[in-house]
Nanobody, 124 residues
Framework: QVQLVESGGGLVQAGDSLRLSCAAS????????MGWFRQAPGKEREFVAA????????NYADSVKGRFTISRDNAKSTVYLQMNSLKPEDTAVYSC?????????????????WGQGTQVTVSS
């Protein structure tokens, strides 16, 4: 079992930055691929970024490439999402997810564990 708790969301202006954190319970965090997803009101959940167990492989949605960076600290059992140059269209609830895997996982249905999410609101 893995429990995930996100933090770091908030209300910011366009062009600002935020760093989201996702803290995981359990002693085998380094065995899990991690991902960030987001869901805006009235829209389906969409992939944002994913990272493999070691941090050596990352994948990003085209909409966030060059602005967002995913990273992880296995010693702290935490994955991060650094979001720069935020846009109003980035407004959503951001959730992290975990799956026992050595590869990057980008599909929501493949993830087993999910956090509750943290709200990110970007005003224009």
């Amino acid at each position: 079992q893995v429990q995930l708790v996100e933090s770091g969301g908030g209300l910011v202006q366009a062009g600002d930055s935020l760093r989201l954190s996702c803290a995981a319970s359990g002693r085998t965090f380094s065995m899990y691929a991690m991902g960030w997803f987001r869901q805006a009101p009235g829209k389906e959940r969409e992939f944002v970024a994913a990272i493999n167990w070691s941090g050596s492989d990352k994948n990003y949605a085209d909409s966030v490439k060059g602005r967002f960076t995913i990273s992880r600290d296995n010693a702290k059992s935490t994955v991060y999402l650094q979001m720069n140059s935020l846009k109003p269209e980035d407004t959503a609830v951001y959730s992290c997810a975990a799956k026992w895997s050595f590869s990057v996982v980008t599909t929501p249905k493949d993830y087993v564990y999910w956090g509750q999410g943290t709200q990110v609101t970007v005003s224009s």
